[in-house]
Every structure is written in C-alpha cells, then in structure tokens.
C-alpha cells in the first residue's frame, strides 16, 4: 500500500499496541498511529483528525470495545473498527459485530490482521466512492451540473414558497426572467466550450449581486430566474438595473478575444393576486420576450393590460397547443386542386389545419406563433411525413396519373434545421415514392431573405430527384434579378395580382411578365388565387400554365 494508514489503537498496553503496528507493517502496511486508553483521550482524537482504522482492545481497565465503537459511530461512522482481544467468547464477539465492529481478532492469531484490514480498507473506498456518488446525485437533483446554480424543479418550490407567503402574510416579491442577448453568437463563433464558461461567469457575476434571502437559478439554455424576497415594484427595477449595467459592462474573454455581453430582463410582481407558479413564470417569460422585441439589452415590465403582452401571451396560448398537437398527433392534411389551364393536368398542393375537438382551425391563427416559437419544422415534418404516406397510398390505389405532382409547402425556418434534409431522405428511404412525384416550395420572401441558404438548400433537393416552386412569386422589388439565383421547376405567381387583375391593368401586367420570364427560363408556371371562372379565363389567355384558387376548388381533408 503506497498511502500512510493513520491507525487509532485503544488499547490500555503500549507493548501490545506496538505488537499490532509491527504486524501491519510486516505485512506492507506503513502506519502513523496514536495509542489512547480512556474514553476522553479517544474522544479528543476522533475530533481532532481524522483516522483510516481503529483498532480497539475488548477489555481495557476503564474503558470497553463496546465504549469505542460508539464513540468511533457517533463521530467518525465511516471509518471501520476492528476488536482485538486476548480472550472474548462467540456471543461477545458476535454483539461486537451487531453493535458496528467491520471484525474481531484473537492476540494469539495476528496474522488474520494484515488481511482483515486490507478487506476493510478496501471497503471503506467502496463505501466512500458510493456515498460520494449518492451526494452527486442528490446535489443534481437540487443544482444545474454546469453552472452549480439552483436548478428549474427547485426554482419551482422556491417561487411556490414565495407565492405562499404572498397569499398567506401579503408578502410582496419579485421574479426577474433574464434572457442573454449575444450568448447564440459566442456559442455559434467560439464553441460550446465558451458558451458553458460564459454561462458559468455570468451566474456568479449576478449571485454576487443579490441579497442573502435571494435565489437564482439557471432555468435552462441562456435563461436565469432570479426571485427577489420582499421586494416591491420599484426595488426590482432598481436591482434588474444593477444586474443589466453589470452584464453590460463584463467582458468575456475567450482566447485572447473580448465579447461584450447584454441581457433582456422582465420583471413580473409576486403579490396577493398573483395566480398560480406557471402563471407567474409565463408572465416573466412574456416581459422578458418582449424586451428581446424591443431590440434586446431592455428590461420590460409586466402588464396585464399591456396590448403587446397581451398577444404575446395568446401566442404562447397557441404554441403549447402546437406542441400538444404535435404530441396528440392532432394535426389534419386537406389537399388543394392545380388545374392545367393550357392542357388537361391536375397537381395537388397539401395544406395543415388544427382539430381542436369538433372544430378545424385555420393556419392563420396558429402559423405565427409556430413561427414565433420556432415550432415550424416541426409542423413542416409531420406535414411531410403524412403526405408521402398519402401519396403512397394514392399510388397503391391508382389514384393518381402518371404527370401529376404534389406540392409540398415548407417554411423558411427548416431550411436552416441541419438536421432537415435528413429527415426528408429518411421518408423517402421509408415510403420509396418516386421523387418526381414531389414539388417542395417556399415563399419568394423567404428565399430571398436567405438566398445563400435557400439555394443551397433547394439545389439538394432537386438534386435528390424532387421537384421545387418558388411560391408568393412577384411581390419582391427585384423578383426577376434573383430569378437567376434561385434553381426552381415551378413558379407560383402571386394572388394579390391574380386577383386585382380584371380592374387593375397594373397587376394584368405584373402576371404577363412573370408569366412570360417564368417561360423564358423553362418554369412552369402557377396563378394563385384564381376566385371566378373569369379570372381563369384571362389566364388561360395570357397563357399560364396552371390555376389555383376557390374559383377552381376549395381545400379539403384528404381522402382516407
């Protein structure tokens, strides 16, 4: 054994304590020991260090084996006892077992000693290994691992404890919800690495700031929960000030390189009329959004009537109904006829809806929250998904013609999920559709908004077979000069003009001219918004190649 073993031996004959350390240290054992008679002299030295083994004598003039070991379990339990007797019947040596003794040894049988301790040591690591685990695991269940801050589920009893002495003693407090605004680009330019360091840096730079009856917590991601014990209105504000002026002015320093890092903070009031702990944290969370909206690097105050929290609130409404949805699989694919206008050819366009019970709700009023939430290519998977089995289902059944495609609509927020285009290859390994069977498309805005990306990104597909339009097409103010930029199959002109333009000769011009570029690069060519038979006719005579619209068919659920 490499370490020094400190040895306590109780034994009233210093010839036979001697005896003992000689045989430990014959068998490898190299000790430091301390030899004590009486009750107090042990008591003094299990408080003032701590010892690897006791070795304590059954029968001592005024001290017993039994005194020992309560002593040794009352101050140091984990440290293993070993009774060494000249004499001790079974029955004493088995009550020294029960009362906490790890063995018992005979002074006529010595050599059992050196392994009895080696067994015990060994022992006590294991014993010291698992109780340190089991403290990890405890300290987890209260701290975030990375930044050793109180974690969400403890934050969560906290605020139920404040909001508990707000209802029952009129107690005022406060919940701060702080957001780092420049945390993604330290992540994103630096690593991870550096991203886990600032968030170390900063939880100890605002914990400095607080008062003792105060609680942080890192809630996840960039977030910090900070609760403010007995604070009113304008106290919080005063202290969400210092915390925001002290970020602002931290530097982080990453190899050698300075960040400078800002936070958004909302502020909520915890009273006798707060409702309940999701109620206030979602309000802190609003206010905290809604600095971010005002340009970040503020702090916002929560107001009920606040029009702006207000809509704010109805999305997060909607988001958790979105994820629900997702969850319930609640969501419903309806199908739009494309009517050839110049040659008999129908296509179909998927579209989602939301089944809340009975009732269908539109996309209206749930697609700008999934935007706002980040919850698009979620709902963009699902879509996907479900319509190839449609497809493979209409194929099965012979259902469809050999020219007919299937439009497929994606949002702009998918075309920057890295993992994305593998879903899309993972359905189509799944359902092995033929690929010329789907056109994807994305708005004319959102390509343009991200036109490296978005070419990237369509080029993959077509590459893989599919087929891709470039949707709302007109509405940007240089549509045609990134025409050439874009590698699409289909363009879809956009409604506003299809639809003005029996009255408007304006938009009639808008839809020749798309028509006509779309043609000249060898596009097919889509009007949306087709309302009447009229409109359909014009277009027919402009010579675009399909129509769609409630003048042609209204969408409906796809046939099961």
Same mark, same amino acid.
């Given at each position: ?369 999934? %935007?706002?939430?980040? /919850?698009?290519? !979620?709902? $963009?998977?699902? #879509?996907?998904?479900?319509? +190839? *089995?449609?497809? =493979? ?69 077509? %590459?893989?077979?599919? /087929?891709?339009? !470039?949707? $709302?097409?007109? #509405?940007?103010?240089?549509? +045609? *000069?990134?025409? =050439? ?76």
């Amino acid at each position: 054994m490499d370490r020094l073993l400190k040895v306590l031996i109780a034994d009233d004959s210093e010839d036979d304590a001697l005896l003992l350390v000689r045989q430990l240290k014959k068998g490898g054992l190299t000790c430091k020991y301390e030899r004590v008679e009486t009750a107090e002299e042990m008591r003094g030295s299990l408080l003032r260090q701590h010892w690897d083994l006791v070795v304590t004598d059954h029968n001592m003039p005024a001290f017993s084996s039994s005194e020992a070991l309560q002593l040794v379990k009352a101050i140091q339990p984990d440290t293993p006892v070993i009774v060494v007797s000249g004499a001790i019947t079974d029955d004493v040596a088995v009550n020294s077992m029960k009362a906490g003794a790890q063995d018992y040894i005979m002074k006529d049988n010595l050599a059992r000693l050196v392994p009895a301790v080696e067994r015990e040591l060994r022992e006590a690591e294991h014993r010291s290994a698992r109780k340190e685990a089991e403290e990890q695991v405890a300290y987890l269940v209260y701290h975030d691992a990375l930044t050793d801050l109180m974690n969400r589920d403890q934050f969560k009893k906290q605020l139920d404890q404040f909001l508990e002495t707000a209802r029952v003693h009129g107690h005022e407090h406060a919940l701060l919800y702080l957001d780092l605004d420049q945390f993604k680009i330290i992540n994103d330019t630096c690593g991870h690495v550096a991203g886990d360091e600032l968030l170390k840096q900063i939880g100890k730079l605002i914990k400095s700031r607080l008062r003792e009856p105060d609680r942080i917590s890192r809630l996840g991601g960039d977030e910090f929960g900070i609760l403010l014990w007995q604070c009113n209105q304008e106290q919080a504000l005063d202290i969400a000030r210092g915390l925001h002026d002290a970020i602002k002015g931290y530097r982080f320093v990453w190899n050698e390189q300075p960040f400078v890092v800002s936070s958004s903070i909302g502020v909520v009031q915890i009273n006798s009329a707060s409702t309940d702990l999701e109620e206030v944290l979602a309000s802190a969370d609003m206010a905290c959004y809604a600095a971010k909206d005002k340009g970040r690097n503020y702090i916002q105050v929560f107001d009920a009537n606040d029009r702006e929290l207000t809509h704010r609130r109805d999305q997060m409404h909607w988001a958790s109904r979105i994820r629900r949805a997702l969850d319930e699989d609640s969501f419903v694919l309806y199908t739009q006829a494309i009517v050839g206008l110049t040659k008999p050819q129908r296509h179909q366009e998927f579209l989602v809806r939301l089944r809340d019970q009975d009732s269908i709700i539109a996309p209206g009023l749930f697609m700008p929250a999934a %935007e706002r939430f980040n /919850l698009m290519p !979620l709902i $963009d998977r699902w #879509v996907i998904r479900h319509a +190839f *089995a449609h497809v =493979k289902s209409c194929l099965e059944r012979g259902k469809t013609q050999e020219g007919d495609l299937f439009f497929i609509n994606l949002s702009g927020s998918s075309l920057s999920d890295e993992s994305f285009f593998n879903h899309i290859r993972a359905c189509l390994d799944e359902f092995a559709l033929p690929r010329h069977k789907i056109c994807f498309e994305i708005t004319e805005t959102t390509a343009i908004s991200n036109l490296e990306a978005a070419s990237v990104f369509i080029g993959e597909i077509r %590459e893989l077979g599919f /087929l891709f339009a !470039l949707d $709302d097409f007109g #509405v940007g103010m240089s549509s +045609f *000069a990134y025409l =050439k930029a874009i590698p699409v199959d289909v363009l879809k002109i956009d409604g506003g003009f299809v639809r003005n333009m029996l009255n408007d000769p304006m938009d009639q011009a808008i839809v020749e001219a798309c028509n006509k570029i779309a043609h000249s690069a060898g596009l097919i060519t889509v009007a949306e918004f087709v309302e009447n038979k009229e409109i359909e006719a014009r277009l027919r005579a402009i010579g675009v190649d399909f129509g769609q619209g409630y003048g042609i068919e209204k969408p409906h659920p796809i046939e099961s």
